[in-house]
């Protein structure tokens, strides 16, 4: 990294030459500048969000208002650093990235591989990974997808698979249905048997298990729960895959930051495969992790060594088999998670969580509530609420009106998923704001004086569905009073706590209010969630809300009536230079440049189009018969109009497109071989080559550095000069 790092610094410092090439006369200057006035919405692109979208800025600071006075006690949520939040938000999110480090479909990705790799070496550190016996996808965009990924890398089309059933602790993405529905997509495309708890002691029943299996016959079983409080027995479910010569899958998206502390066992000695979320108990952004094993696998009958084949099946499900361009700025916050997920703090807030936890449970055993297993091992409690006479969605309506965030779950027993009989709760968001054993003795206390409420308000109630219930709540005077009351108890407690990613000073708001979220189609719906997706990517989806807002300005319909007259005009002039463009020409954002007519492909181009600091991407184009080396170029204006650029400059950019692919022309003729990799050697060995590309460079970096940047300021910049 370090040597990457001098690379850029010696290109971007050296020395101004043949300055004269990309300076203008006056008059064309003149006229330029008229043009890049037109140019209105770079300002708008660097303007900060409460100048453009208040809404959406209210909005967060009305989340803020609610992180800070209530209480988080949905265990798969956490309060992410600053410092991550802070490289999710970066310049990171910009770059298109398909493919892998050392091997992009798109140039311009040094950085990205820089950020993508680290990330992977701080997975396999983080949880004390041997390199050469495990690698790592990080690629993968949430927990459930990852799951998919994983299946379809190593089953085929309707294989079983077996895991823990939704109402005995499990996850929909492990391939729940039920008698008459396939809630989850897996169970469409697979065929899935549950294994189950043993409903008297609350523990998985491994017997049970074992003799399914034997009968069911899986390909892949897995290990990983929802709502389970208990450790898994991972060396009982290793011998049953043994036995039925079934991959063991490793889900540990709950407790990855207890694995990573060391503070329960750890899935990685028996698993084949592991995968995570990273934005629960490890604490990072919202995104997923697949870790395979790797190296050898067994010494077969004839002496001779057996690898393992998951990391080839396992990059290529993710992508491109079900994704297509990562998100590399999660990608860089995980890596920042990672690294703090090493540290001696961390390790101590893991062992806060559990005794948390521990001290939680004991509080709510002794006011009579009955725990599924009767306790926790772990960072969760699952309250099974039937003793109490009342079910966890009318619970749930309740602490939500005092502002305790905890969510509703189904218990054994429980004969429907929609009135699930249990709360589930846990300790990694408020052990995050500072919270230890004390606290959630309190935290129990409020708990309990809210179940009360509900009990109340059920036996006012007239009628026997949910939304009768919430009715008598809402219209009942004394019984707003005393939520009012234990609202107010909860909020000026949490309140004491620090806010975690944000001050408390700068927030707008003190008070938590209500929003109503609209519903859409039931199918689309089912099918993101819960059929292929978990939990949704909330800071993304803010984001976009903004982005939105922008285009719907006079500057962003100024900015794509520029996107399509400055690609009208870069493809104008590609065509005057005799390049041949698929359907020969464009009449949206961008052109496909066929180069067969110039003897050499895109992979050839692009490598010298990375060199110069021109990012572009090979692509195929009619007539290839291999996309391993396609015959083309494709080519964009967005981006660079974002910048300011306008007609005049991408006459420029043409200019440059095509010293760069007589460059490339020039470095076949000196290529020994036929492959890649000599024409790059090629390249790289020529000094006269690496003069030329060095001063091309020089121009398109003199060139870009004229126009804005967007999202940041060139003042503040580390490598600027």
């Known amino acids: 990294m370090a040597m990457a790092l001098r690379r850029l610094s010696s290109t971007i410092n050296k020395p101004f030459s043949n300055a004269t090439s990309i300076y203008r006369t006056s008059s064309s200057l003149s006229a330029h500048e008229k043009d890049k006035s037109r140019a209105d919405w770079t300002k708008q692109l660097n303007e900060p969000l409460e100048v453009v979208d208040p809404e959406i800025a209210d909005i967060i600071e009305l989340e803020k208002a609610r992180q800070w006075k209530g209480f988080e006690l949905i265990p798969s949520e956490n309060f992410t650093s600053l410092s991550v939040m802070q490289a999710v938000g970066s310049v990171m999110t910009n770059k298109y990235s398909e493919g892998y480090p050392g091997a992009r479909y798109y140039g311009g990705n040094e950085y990205i591989d820089m950020a993508e790799t680290l990330c992977q070496k701080r997975a396999l550190e983080a949880f004390r990974l041997d390199p050469a016996k495990w690698g790592v996808n990080v690629q993968s965009l949430s927990g459930s997808p990852s799951n998919f990924q994983v299946y379809t890398a190593l089953l085929k089309p309707h294989e079983r698979i077996m895991a823990l059933d939704l109402p005995h602790g499990g996850h929909l993405s492990h391939g729940y249905q039920t008698d008459t529905k396939k809630i989850s997509a897996v169970s469409i495309f697979f065929e899935t048997m549950p294994y189950r708890l043993n409903e008297s002691t609350g523990y998985i029943d491994y017997d049970q298990l074992e003799k399914s299996a034997a009968l069911f016959r899986p390909k892949l079983i897995v290990a990983g729960a929802s709502a389970y409080a208990r450790l898994y027995d991972y060396a009982r479910v290793r011998k049953v895959c043994d036995k ?16 990573a502390a060391g503070v ?103 006011k009579g509530y009955d725990l599924v297993s009767g306790g926790t091992d772990n960072h969760l409690v699952l309250v099974n609420l039937r003793n109490k006479g009342i079910d966890g969605s009318r619970v749930e309506k309740v602490l939500e009106a005092v502002h305790i965030a905890a969510n509703k779950n189904t218990v054994p027993g429980d004969v429907s998923a929609m009135v699930p009989g249990g709360i589930r709760m846990g300790t990694p968001a408020l052990t995050s704001r500072g919270f230890v054993e004390e606290d959630f003795k309190k935290v129990a206390e409020y708990f309990d004086a809210a179940v009360k409420l509900a009990l109340k308000i059920k036996e006012n109630t007239n009628g026997t569905k949910l939304k009768d219930f919430v009715a008598a709540m809402q219209s009942d005077e004394q019984i707003q009073s005393k939520i009012a009351d234990l609202r107010l108890k909860v909020e000026e407690y949490a309140k004491q706590f620090p806010t975690i990613g944000f001050e408390k000073e700068t927030m707008k708001y003190d008070v938590y209010k209500r929003q109503v979220l609209y519903d859409f189609e039931d199918k689309i719906n089912q099918a993101v969630f819960p059929g292929l997706q978990g939990g949704p990517h909330n800071h993304t989806i803010t984001g976009l809300a903004v982005a939105l807002k922008q285009a719907m300005t006079p500057e962003f319909k100024n900015y794509q009536e520029q996107v399509l007259s400055n690609c009208a005009t870069f493809a104008q002039s590609l065509l005057e230079k005799g390049y041949d463009l698929v359907s020969g020409g464009t009449d949206n954002h961008l052109v496909l440049v066929n180069l067969r007519n110039k003897g050499i492909d895109g992979s050839r181009v692009e490598k010298v189009l990375e060199a110069v600091h021109i990012a572009a991407n090979k692509n195929t184009v009619p007539g290839d018969v291999s996309a391993m080396v396609p015959g083309g170029i494709r080519m964009g204006t967005p981006a660079l109009t974002s910048r300011g650029f306008v007609e005049e400059d991408f006459k420029k950019v043409a200019e440059y497109f095509d010293a760069a692919v007589k460059l490339a022309l020039k470095i076949k003729e000196n290529t020994n071989g036929t492959k890649l990799k000599d024409f790059v050697a090629a390249m790289q060995s020529d000094e006269q080559i690496q003069s030329k590309i060095a001063d091309l460079r020089l121009k398109v970096e003199e060139y870009a550095k004229q126009f804005p940047t967007i999202g940041f300021e060139k003042e503040t910049m580390k490598y600027g000069k």
Do not use: W
């Open 244 to 259: 039925q010569k079934a991959v063991l899958l490793a889900d540990m998206a709950h407790i990855s930051g207890l694995v």
């Open 264 to 366: 329960i066992p750890s899935p990685f000695d028996y698993a084949d495969i592991v995968t995570t979320t990273t934005h629960k108990s490890l604490r990072g952004p919202r995104g997923a992790m697949i870790f395979f094993r790797k190296g050898v696998k067994e010494i077969n009958k004839q002496g001779k060594e057996v690898l393992y084949d998951f990391e080839d099946k396992i990059n290529q499900a993710v992508f491109p088999g079900l994704q297509g361009g990562p998100h590399n700025h999660t990608i860089t916050g995980l890596a920042v998670a990672l690294k703090q997920a090493m540290t001696p703090e961390f390790k101590n807030y893991q062992e806060q969580v559990l005794s948390n936890c521990a001290t939680f449970a004991q509080s709510l055993l002794e």
